[in-house]
């Protein structure tokens, strides 16, 4: 079982920089490859990026390419989300998520466990 726990949320001008920690707790956190998905009011939760149990391959959604980097902490058990130039659109609550196996993944079904989530507030 792994817990996760997300924070770094908040309201942001357009233009503007957030960074997201989820924080992991269980079972060994590094075999886990981890991602960050998204869900905006009346819309399916949305893949944003993903990485690999090493760090060494991470994976975009097209909408965030150029602008947001995934990144993690083995030592620390954390993953991370910078997000840069931020935009209205970018709203949503952002969710963590870890996957058995070796495999990334960018499908919400491919995930095991979630965290509760963070609200992202990109103001015009």
């Known amino acids: 079982q792994v817990q996760l726990v997300e924070s770094g949320g908040g309201l942001v001008q357009a233009g503007g920089s957030l960074r997201l920690s989820c924080a992991a707790s269980g079972r060994t956190f590094s075999s886990y490859p981890m991602g960050w998905f998204r869900q905006a009011p009346g819309k399916e939760r949305a893949f944003v990026a993903a990485?690999?149990?090493?760090?060494?391959?991470?994976y975009y959604a097209d909408s965030v390419k150029g602008r947001f980097t995934i990144s993690r902490d083995n030592a620390k058990n954390t993953v991370y989300l910078q997000m840069n130039s931020l935009k209205p659109e970018d709203t949503a609550v952002y969710y963590c998520?870890?996957?058995?196996?070796?495999?990334?993944?960018?499908?919400?079904?491919?995930?095991?466990?979630w965290g509760q989530g963070t609200q992202v507030t990109v103001s015009s």
């Open positions: 990485i690999s149990w090493s760090g060494g391959r991470t």
């Open positions: 998520a870890a996957k058995g196996g070796t495999l990334v993944a960018t499908e919400t079904r491919q995930y095991d466990y």
